[in-house]
């Protein structure tokens, strides 16, 4: 082993178990914790390859941190929108449902009174099977835009819906 694998195999001895616990706390999930804390030191260790570093702890912590953030991000878009509709009351139909339903040709019509944008994020969802963040890679946009948009352009539906 080198002298930047010995440092990191101490590194990671000494304040694994604290970077656990503060990662722990934040998530309640054990398993979660634990990949959470490999993505820190994996980050970690890519730093350390690049750079000299002097504050270990420091920045063992801003990476857990940085990382927990986007876990929680990540955790919250992932929430299914069909979920929330439900909760709503408004349940989608499924493709598989719209293909075998004399709807579809409905449903076409209707979503064609959304504008270009709204139809696509309409068809990408729900005909396709995207999830928002698939759709945001496609779009290349960020998540949080898709979500809002797709919320946008439910609600607009619903309401061409019940004219």
Known sequence: MNSRE??????FQK????????????????ETARDLVQETF???WGYLNRKSVWQERALLFKIARNIVIDYQRQKQFNVSLEQ?????????SQ????????????????????????QELIRLRYLQGLSPREIARVLQR????????????KTKLRKIYEI
């Open 6 to 11: 010995l440092q990191f195999e101490k590194l």
């Open 15 to 30: 304040h694994a178990d604290e970077i656990f616990r503060f990662i722990y706390f934040r998530v309640y999930e054990r």
């Open 42 to 44: 994996m980050r970690f």
């Open 84 to 92: 929330q509709n439900e909760a709503q009351g408004f349940e989608p």
């Open 95 to 118: 493709p598989e449902d719209l293909s075998s339903n004399v709807d579809l040709q409905l449903f076409l019509n209707k979503l064609e009174k959304l504008s270009q944008v709204e």
């Open 142 to 153: 960020s998540v949080g835009v898709i979500s809002v948009q797709l919320t946008r352009a």
